[in-house]
């Protein structure tokens, strides 16, 4: 069926007059009236009456969900997405804003918050989410995609990194660099992605049938007071060490490779290190720490093209993208064969 101007006065209850004045992008109608009517045209699939391509279709909410906020505060690595996502949401005629929601607040005031008339659609930052923080979404009346975060359990649009293949890329590094004992800087900070690289790290140890060592796990609290404090406990604890230790993400890496070298202990000459993200601080320190290079970009633009077929009604069933990482060598691993 071709809608027309009057068929969509009829199911919003307005005056044709008011409809045809949002189509042909003329002034006379309030904001909030206008951005009904966009909703309704977008939502009926009849974008074909807009006149002027460039009038916004709604606004998209990028939200920042905190759920503890320590992964969240101590390095906002979402800054790094935002350019790509405000991008990609320009180009399909979409309008950004940004939000904080705190798992903490009143549940009225995050509805309140969410359920308003401008948003069309959400790409929630989830990194500190668990499945039990999704109850609240599943409530929205608008479309939700998740960002850097797998929720491999939930029947929900999500984009995320390859962590299994992340950890194997750095675990393959060091194997051929000759390393055979390896450890591993594990958060105390529980959230989804960390335990699947956990998870990967000791897969990648039976693949090459390698011994997991309890002893050269170190739990490290993720603030950086915290981290400092637990590595040099661990230090204090342990004779022994491996010859290499991969880690969760590059603050922890970082953060341990200078604790060892306060300690005396060189880097990468006695002890090698691999980090997860590539964020500037592995460029900042002595020596620079070889990572795995965490495709940002690339996850912002596909978030918000998952995001645009579930509004634009182009795709109805939910899909999981999990976006290839890649190695970038450096100076922090020493090559022993």
């Given at each position: 069926m071709r809608y027309k101007a009057k068929d969509i006065a009829r199911e919003l209850?307005?005056?044709?007059?008011?409809?045809?004045?949002?189509?042909?992008?003329?002034?006379?109608?309030?904001?909030?009236?206008?951005?009904?009517?966009?909703?309704?045209?977008?939502?009926?699939?009849?974008?074909?009456?807009?006149?002027?391509?460039?009038?916004?279709?709604?606004?998209?909410?990028?939200?920042?969900?905190?759920?503890?906020?320590?992964?969240?505060?101590?390095?906002?690595?979402?800054?790094?997405?935002?350019?790509?996502?405000?991008?990609?949401?320009?180009?399909?005629?979409?309008?950004?804003?940004?939000m904080y929601l705190d798992k903490n607040m009143p549940l009225n005031e995050r509805y309140l918050a969410m359920e308003d008339f401008r948003y069309v659609g959400y790409i929630i930052y989830a990194v500190e989410m668990y499945p039990e923080d999704m109850d609240f979404f599943s409530?929205?009346?608008?479309?939700?995609?998740?960002?850097?975060?797998?929720?491999p359990t939930l029947d929900v649009d999500a984009v995320t990194v390859d962590n299994f293949l992340g950890i194997y890329q750095g675990f393959e590094y060091l194997y051929r660099m000759g390393h055979r004992e390896f450890g591993y800087i594990k958060s105390r900070f529980p959230i989804i992605c960390f335990d699947e690289r956990?998870?990967?790290?000791?897969?990648?140890?039976?693949?090459?049938?390698?011994?997991?060592?309890?002893?050269?796990?170190?739990k490290v609290g993720y603030l950086e007071a915290q981290t400092e404090k637990d590595v040099e406990r661990y230090l204090d604890e342990n004779d022994g060490l491996p010859t290499a230790f991969l880690a969760d993400n590059d603050l922890l890496a970082c953060r341990a490779v200078q604790?060892?070298?306060?300690?005396?202990?060189?880097?990468?000459?006695?002890?090698?290190?691999?980090?997860?993200?590539?964020?500037?601080?592995?460029?900042?320190?002595?020596?620079?720490?070889?990572?795995?290079?965490?495709?940002?970009?690339?996850?912002g633009e596909m978030a918000v093209k998952a995001?645009?077929?579930?509004?634009?009604?182009?795709?109805?069933?939910?899909?999981?993208?999990?976006?290839?990482?890649?190695?970038?060598?450096?100076?922090?691993?020493?090559k022993l064969l």
């Open positions: 209850g307005v005056s044709p007059a008011a409809v045809s004045l949002v189509l042909n992008n003329k002034p006379g109608v309030g904001e909030e009236k206008r951005q009904e009517i966009i909703r309704k045209v977008v939502e009926l699939g009849c974008e074909y009456l807009l006149k002027d391509n460039n009038v916004a279709k709604g606004d998209i909410g990028f939200v920042i969900y905190k759920c503890g906020g320590e992964v969240i505060e101590e390095y906002p690595f979402f800054n790094y997405l935002s350019e790509s996502i405000i991008r990609e949401i320009e180009a399909n005629n979409y309008k950004m804003t940004m409530r929205l009346s608008a479309p939700c995609v998740f960002l850097d975060n797998p929720l956990y998870q990967a790290f000791k897969e990648c140890l039976r693949q090459r049938g390698l011994v997991f060592d309890e002893r050269y796990v170190m604790a060892f070298k306060r300690r005396g202990v060189r880097v990468p000459e006695e002890v090698s290190f691999v980090g997860f993200d590539n964020r500037p601080i592995c460029s900042f320190i002595e020596p620079k720490v070889t990572t795995v290079q965490l495709p940002g970009e690339e996850m995001l645009v077929e579930k509004i634009e009604k182009t795709r109805r069933y939910n899909i999981k993208y999990k976006i290839e990482p890649q190695l970038v060598e450096n100076e922090s691993v020493k």
